[in-house]
């Protein structure tokens, strides 16, 4: 082989190698989003939730929405054991709240 194509190999598997870093750390960022807002959903979803809950619960299906891509739901929120619940669920989650705290006040 000669030097030029030996630097033109190297070159090639630098930019490949950088590369794959930016995904990786794009990648764990976006499941660390999706696990703390999985944790702040299970925390404030309750029968009956209060002002604030029902306030933390809308903050969720907001950024739900931000997240999600599209993908099909297999990832890791899947493979601990539980699946989160979709945006619909956010808010319909939210509206119920809504609708119980206006009927009682």
């Known amino acids: 082989m000669t030097p030029?194509?030996?630097?033109?190999?190297?070159?090639?598997?630098?930019?490949?190698?950088?590369?794959g870093t930016f995904f990786q750390v794009q990648l764990a960022t976006w499941l660390r989003d999706l696990m703390t807002l999985k944790?702040?959903?299970?925390?404030?979803a309750g029968d009956n939730p209060t002002a604030d809950?029902?306030?933390?619960?809308?903050?969720c299906a907001y950024t739900l929405s931000g997240l999600y891509n599209k993908v099909p739901a297999c990832s890791a929120?899947?493979?601990c054991g539980a699946a989160m619940p979709s945006a619909a669920n956010y808010t319909a989650t939210c509206s119920k709240a809504s609708a119980r705290r206006s009927a009682c006040c």
């Open 77 to 79: 929120a899947t493979s």
């Open 39 to 44: 944790s702040k959903y299970e925390l404030n």
């Open 4 to 19: 030029q194509s030996i630097a033109t190999i190297a070159t090639f598997l630098t930019l490949t190698s950088l590369l």
């Open 53 to 59: 809950e029902i306030k933390a619960l809308r903050e």
